[in-house]
Structures are given as C-alpha cells and as structure tokens.
C-alpha cells in the first residue's frame, strides 16, 4: 500500500520569499512522485515528477524538488515565490515500473497564500 | 492540442437519481483513469480503463461503474446517488500503462441536493 502526507495544510509567504511544502511517501517499492497544482475550479497541472535518475527534479514555473530515498520526503521548493503560485498544490505516489494500473495516491493538499 | 475533455461542467441532480459522466482522452492517449474529489480532500482513485478493459478499481462501492469505448473515450456512471457523492469528478489520460504522467482535465463539478 501507498500513502502520502502533506505536512501543513495551508502556508502562507511573502512574494518574493521562499516557498517550501511538505510532502512524505509510504510505499513498499520504489516510488514515482509527482507533484501537482490545482487552481479554483480547475483541474490538475504536472509541475514536475520524479520517476527515476538524479533526484533533483525541475519542473515548470521554477518549482524543483528532491527525491531524498533515506527520509521518504519529496518537498517541493521555489526561491522565490510570486502571487501566481497561490493554488492548492497535491503530492502523489505511483508505484514505479512494469504495467502499473495508475492508481495515483494523493495527499491532503496544501494550500499556499502569496502576501504582497 | 487539445486537452482531457469533460462534460458536463457541472451537473445537479437530487438523491437516488443516476448520472453519467463523460471525458474525452488526449488524441492517442489509450489508458483513462477516474478520481473523485470532495471539497477539501486529495483526489481518490475510482477506475482505471486500458484498451477498454477494466485495469484497476479504487474502494467505491458497486453504484459506481465505468466503460471505456473503441474510440478510448469513458463514462462514468453512479447509480442511487447519495448526498456524500457530491464532488469533481476528474478524468485523466496517458498513452500507455506505465506511461508516466497522467494529464487532467478540468473535471465536472456533480451537486447533490
């Protein structure tokens, strides 16, 4: 089985300051990740993933994120946020390799307030 | 290119009443998947669908089944709507199993009065 937990449902920063969201995985095999944001009344977008390879993943919007194997974490950062990143922003995990049925497990979400 | 397609937007229906939902893959994209969203929570997963075969199915109960067409589009259906079945209902698309990510569409928002 596979679960994800965001740790902090709401953060709040100031435009221009460091963005960082927590995201923890369980999983019994090797995990692709992903993480993915959700503005009002719309669907999912990819912002980046990880399924195998260097475990510093960039992805769009400058948002990047670590694969850190030894603490079960994929926290997702960006240098400085802007108050177009403010949106609900989803974890999830797929178990990795072979015809994986896409059974994509998500966290609570969390959701980030940008400050002017 | 377009997008995971969805329809209806947003729908209301009152207990007991079924419903149909529909989505539209990515051109080529043969692997569709359903998850439903409740105001608050992450998505969960309800359906997997692969060359119109059924792959996968989350912890929903008999009410909600799908099908997935030659053209490798999907409906949803659930039967004997309840109060607790409001929510977005997405629809997501890659062109293989295996294939990673899945693509979203904007999902269709079911109201239950």
């Known amino acids: 089985a596979q679960s994800v937990t965001q740790l902090g449902s709401h953060v709040s920063v100031s435009e221009g300051a460091l963005v960082l969201l927590r995201c923890n995985y369980s999983s019994s095999v090797p995990p692709y990740l992903f993480w993915y944001v959700q503005y009002p009344n719309q669907g999912l977008q990819l912002l980046l993933k990880y399924t195998t390879g260097a475990t510093l993943v960039k992805g769009i919007n400058g948002f990047e994120a670590e694969f850190k194997k030894s603490e079960t974490s994929f926290h997702l950062t960006k240098p400085s946020a802007h108050m177009s990143d403010a949106a609900e922003y989803f974890c999830a995990v797929n178990r990795a390799g072979g015809t994986s049925y896409g059974k994509l497990t998500f966290g609570q979400g969390t959701i980030l307030t940008v400050h002017p | ?113």
């Open chain 2, 1 to 113: 290119d377009a997008g995971v397609t969805q329809s209806p937007t947003h729908l209301i229906k009152t207990r007991g009443q079924h419903v149909t939902l529909r989505c539209s893959p990515i051109s080529g994209h043969k692997s569709v998947s359903w998850y439903q969203q409740v105001l608050g929570q992450g998505p969960q997963f309800i359906f997997q669908y692969y060359e119109k075969e059924e792959r996968g199915r989350g912890n929903f109960p008999d009410r909600f089944s799908a099908r997935q067409f030659p053209n490798y589009s999907s409906e949803l259906n659930v039967n004997a709507l309840l109060l607790g079945d409001s929510a977005l209902y997405l629809c997501a698309s890659r062109p293989r199993e295996g294939d990673q990510p899945q693509h979203f569409g904007d999902g269709t928002r079911l109201s239950i009065l």
